[in-house]
């Protein structure tokens, strides 16, 4: 390459916009939660909420401390006819399967990994009613129990 196009290649790469592809919205004892997560668990209607909000990374962040709880104590067993139910249902709100895979691929997720969240979701949903079945004041316990997860383990929240 001659020597005179250098400058030209310098100036032309120093001058080009940087363009975010993604970005870390929280750590949870040092797993990354980024803000794809959140759009596509929105988009998708895995989790409430619009936009990447406090609220709504913290949804997440819950999520992942009590999928963490789960997997420690209670062993998996999710009901294959409730995990293909849910996955219809979020088939069809997506608005089939091609806008589902829209969906998907724009938010770098494959439906293995969409059936492994799932799945997770209703294990954890499993471990919830049995560790707090019955209990009249299950809201508050359970508030209060992911809030003890949350001093347990290192969770930090980078500004949405």
């Given at each position: 390459?001659?020597?005179?196009?250098?400058?030209?290649?310098?100036?032309?790469?120093?001058?080009?916009?940087?363009?975010?592809?993604?970005?870390?919205?929280?750590?949870?004892?040092?797993?990354?939660?980024?803000?794809?997560?959140?759009?596509?668990?929105?988009?998708?209607?895995?989790?409430?909420?619009?936009?990447v909000s406090a609220s709504t990374v913290g949804r997440l962040v819950d999520r992942e401390l009590q999928l963490r709880e789960?997997e420690r104590f209670f062993p998996m067993r999710v009901d294959r006819a409730a995990l293909e139910a849910r996955l219809r249902?979020?088939?069809?709100?997506?608005?089939?399967?091609?806008?589902?895979?829209?969906?998907?691929?724009?938010?770098?997720?494959?439906?293995?990994?969409?059936?492994?969240?799932?799945?997770?979701?209703?294990?954890?949903?499993?471990?919830?009613?049995?560790?707090?079945?019955?209990?009249?004041?299950?809201?508050?316990?359970?508030?209060?129990?992911?809030?003890?997860?949350?001093?347990?383990?290192?969770?930090?929240?980078?500004?949405?």
């Open positions: 390459m001659p020597l005179l196009l250098w400058p030209a290649l310098i100036l032309t790469a120093t001058l080009q916009t940087p363009v975010l592809l993604d970005r870390t919205v929280a750590l949870v004892g040092g797993r990354p939660l980024l803000q794809s997560d959140v759009l596509t668990a929105q988009r998708l209607g895995l989790i409430e909420g619009e936009g789960a249902a979020i088939e069809t709100r997506a608005g089939g399967p091609e806008a589902l895979a829209q969906v998907l691929d724009a938010g770098g997720l494959t439906r293995d990994r969409l059936r492994a969240w799932v799945r997770d979701d209703l294990h954890v949903a499993a471990y919830l009613r049995q560790r707090f079945a019955a209990e009249e004041r299950r809201e508050v316990l359970l508030a209060e129990w992911t809030a003890d997860l949350r001093r347990r383990t290192t969770v930090v929240l980078i500004d949405p």
